[in-house]
């Protein structure tokens, strides 16, 4: 007599047909730029990047004037190398995707200012006249930006008394050095109370409370730090470099996630008070991040 087959195997037939039936679809360029976009939204700019390289990468040989994707790959690009502070490879690719069709004003203002601040207005090409050919082409760096930003009138923000009150707190800069040793000392702390809290004692909670005391007190240290601009070649730097490999380290332990993105947007913010300050004498770069796990 013929023996029953038994149900799971039923099911294990009917899984193997189907998964011999129905090929994998290939990975496209889209699905490259979602996953860029999805990074960007949450702010990973250097995964942001990677993505779009091989978005970059598999449309190449398309025209970006005809290709949408291609072209506000380029832009995402930008603005990610601009939220990362590397400023030169941002220009550059603002450049392109201008060049491209790209005429959002924003960046527009970038390049204006970038070419501002590098010199290069001078170096800048002839303005066309209406014999010249070949416009397409012509160099960006003669944009107007007066005929292309919008008017904005009133009194500027930092003037009299401000500009003095902003002055004087430049002047009086803390103790970064002192600061940044405080920083470490009090993440050690925070880490040795928590593991004491972790043996089975009365006091254990009490440890605990002790511990997040003394991590919150590390953060806050941490953000003194990291909003405040420094000079380029003092002793600041190396404090805010301190700092950031202290936070970045902390990507992989228990750290509340808040905290910790709340430390690296304050080095983003204070890359904007630098440029505000100076961008030619004050260190206006970004740390590199690991991912927050």
Known sequence: ML???PRWWHFLLCWFCLSVRLPAQPVTAEDFFDRARDHFERRRFLN???SLRVVLQMTEQADARTTPLKREAEILAAQSLASLGRRDEAANMYERAIFHGYSDKSALAYLGIYFDEHGQWQSAAATPSASDRGLADWPLARYDLATLLPPRGGPPVFVGAQL????????????????????KRLLATADRLMALAHVPG???????????GALISAYLAAAQ???WPVAKGTGGVAAKKRVA??????ACRNDPTHMQAAIRMMFEEASWLARLVGGDRMVTGMPVWIEIV
């Open 202 to 212: 009365d006091d254990a909670a009490q440890l605990r409370r002790a511990a997040e």
């Open 245 to 250: 490999k202290a936070i970045d380290d902390r």
């Open 164 to 183: 003095e009150t902003w002055a004087g707190l430049i002047a009086n800069v803390p103790d970064l050095g002192k600061l940044a040793e405080r920083v």
């Open 3 to 5: 023996r029953k087959m």
């Open 48 to 50: 942001t990047l990677d």
């Open 225 to 227: 730090v990291a909003i």
